[in-house]
């Protein structure tokens, strides 16, 4: 089982959707988690973080952890064209949590 | 607004040949990290310096992958001899104080023929 699970999409939505991209995490001792968005050729931008449980918000979009479950969603409200990117959940571990543990990163697409 | 660079943007070379991509990252950044990213796959760790040693090299090739971060600022990751299979992403990223918060370069692409 891998460490992070993402769900690799292609996701289409319109213009204006609610999207929600989801990770699900193996180990209970994770304790902060990241979104990345990735355009196109382009390295990974860092969007929000969160740490342990609860929801965190950003403008548009909002970062959920369930630890219950071990589940991770972002939300996007009012999606736009210019969204469609790869987005990439991540966990640090390791010893003092630094190294990075991405998903595969879900493709989402926004058509106009 | 600081960035990560990285250089070169792309680089194509034939199998048995040596490659070396460079990274400089955000000024006063003690951590820096090299990624490898496949197509459709997340970036993978291949080797964390902090300021100039090595923390983590478990997932570095050693018998072909080598970095260095001589004087704790860029770095330099080389591979050598290059093989089909490292085609990929090769990203650079740093952080500061708040480790889990990584800034990433714009990265190399790697076609290797």
């Known amino acids: 089982q891998k460490e992070v699970e993402q769900d690799p999409g292609p996701l289409s939505v319109p213009e204006g959707a609610i999207v929600s991209l989801n990770c699900t995490y193996s180990n209970s001792a994770f304790q902060y988690f990241m979104w990345y968005r990735q355009y196109s050729r382009k390295g990974p931008e860092l969007l929000m973080y969160t740490y342990s ?23 996007i409200r009012d999606s736009q064209p210019s969204d469609s990117a790869t987005y990439l959940c991540a966990t640090p571990q390791g010893t003092g949590f630094q190294k990075l543990v991405f998903g595969t990163g879900t493709r989402l697409l926004v058509s106009p | 607004e600081a960035e990560v660079a990285q250089s070169p943007r792309y680089k194509i070379t034939e199998k048995s040949q040596a490659v070396a991509f460079w990274c400089d990252p955000i000024s006063g950044h003690a951590t820096l990290y090299w990624y490898r990213q496949i197509l459709g796959q997340g970036p993978e760790l291949l080797v964390q310096f902090q300021d100039e040693s090595v923390v983590d090299d478990s997932q570095l090739p050693k018998d072909r992958f080598s970095a260095e971060r001589l004087k704790g600022v860029d770095s330099t990751l080389k591979i050598q001899p290059a093989e089909l299979g490292d085609s990929a992403m090769y990203l650079c990223a740093s952080s500061g104080q708040t480790s889990y918060e990584q800034y990433f370069g714009p990265g190399t692409r790697l076609t290797v023929t």
């Open chain 1, 53 to 75: 449980s609860g929801n965190k918000e950003d403008g548009r979009f909002t970062a959920q952890v369930d630890k219950s479950s071990k589940y991770i969603s972002l939300f």
